[in-house]
């Protein structure tokens, strides 16, 4: 059903190729199971409220991986990084987007649908520096039991850090976590009426100047962050 | 049907059958799984599932294996979406609503033995509930459905409460049991509480809502995590507010005809 609401057998037919006493048979299995509204006076249809449940839900939270990829692959390219877009998935995150630079400067060997512990990964903390304090309580409630006391101490310690760094700087940067010398750098992407999701981007240290550079990628990423949340939310108003 | 190709229908109704077994969620299914929740043959499944992938409805999952919703459901959703007066009227009024009790707000209808949200507004405050528009969850388990069965006419409600029954088979009787206490409560205060039932740590207060003209059932909700919980804020802001809402909501399409829902 393209662009009108209503639409007749007829024309439905002729757009489908579809012979019309199999389209009007079809049309009232679907009336029947709450798909479409069959209008007597008009003897047209449109659709019904359960085409929701074909996918809708699933999908609203992807677009903003399509709408993210783009940007991602340039900013992969532009800066030499990889580059990776995660969202939670219990208490794991969940990688839905990565991109490598075609330079190649640094390579992480992860791909889309790896899990990794939020606790233990930088995504994961920018995860949770972005949520409001009472929900990033209630998850840390519930990731500390996966892991052993003294791990536990380390890696609250990040978390902690990771959220201070966040609240001064609006992203986290650490170093070691991804691989020997790899460098990472986090932003949570927080876009209203979507899941919380998390931005990362990991590179090689190439020279000294290790502050200043982490401080340049850090202000790019954040601004990588700000230009999928624009165009997310124009998408969806479209 | 006597005349013509019944199976036009039939393979129809299956592949929307596969489809549904995901319960709007992104979460990817095995071929095992969907053979399990939608009762059709092994062959059967393999047969849809590549058609619904070469169609964009399923995907294949990242594992190469297993299969998830595909944007072409999406589509079609939103073109429900832009031409419905319910959720243009509703958003602003959920919206506020989900501000000032700082919860999510749902409205839903009935998809057969399902509720689906038809629109979900989150507090600014909160970002982790994972519902959303499109989201289906069991009418027999939410307190939204709930809701929604208690308002039907007597011989609807049976008719509803007959077909859980067959569905759940064993446990039938304990969760007609349960569905029959929520509508105790809303015979006496006009609402329904479920905590922790369909999803875990969370808890909602649910109203039916009749919208249009002629007025069509739906049901409204206010739910949020667990840890947030005052019983005594709940039933003196938070269900004064969502019936004020659903009032609101049916005064402001009362005109409307509820066939452009």
Redesign the interface.
Known sequence: MADDAWMANQAIAARTGIPKATVSRLMQTLTGLGYLIHSKSMGKYRLASAVLGLGYAAMADADVVAVARALMQSFADDHGVFVALAGRDGLDMILSEVCHSSSALATVGLGVGEHMPIAASPLGWALLAGLPPSERGYLLDHIRARHTRSEWMRLRQCISDAVHQASVKGYCASTGNWGPNIKTVAVPLIIQERLPMALVCAALPRTRAKSKQDEQLGQKLVKLMHRVRERTEVAGHG | ?AD??PT??QT??RA?GV??A??????PLTHAELVRRTGSSKASISRIAATLVALG?LDR???GVRF???????R??????V?NPVVRAAKPLMQQLADSCDMSVGLA????L?M???E???S?????L???????VPMELSSIGRAYVWAQPPARRQRLLFNIMKRIGTNGPAVVARMETAFDDLDRDGYCMAVGEYQRDTFAVSVPVALGNPPLIMALNCSA?F??MDLKRVRNVVVPSLKETGKRLSDALSRVDS???
């Open positions: 049907m013509g190709d036009s229908t129809l109704q929307l489809l549904k995901f319960h709007g969620s992104p979460n409805y999952a990242p594992d998830q919703l595909g944007a072409r459901g999406l079609i959703g939103h073109r429900y979406l031409h209808v009935a998809d057969q399902e689906v949200y038809l979900y507004c989150n600014s405050n909160i970002a982790t994972r519902l959303g528009v499109g989201r289906a995590v840890y947030t066939m452009l829902f």
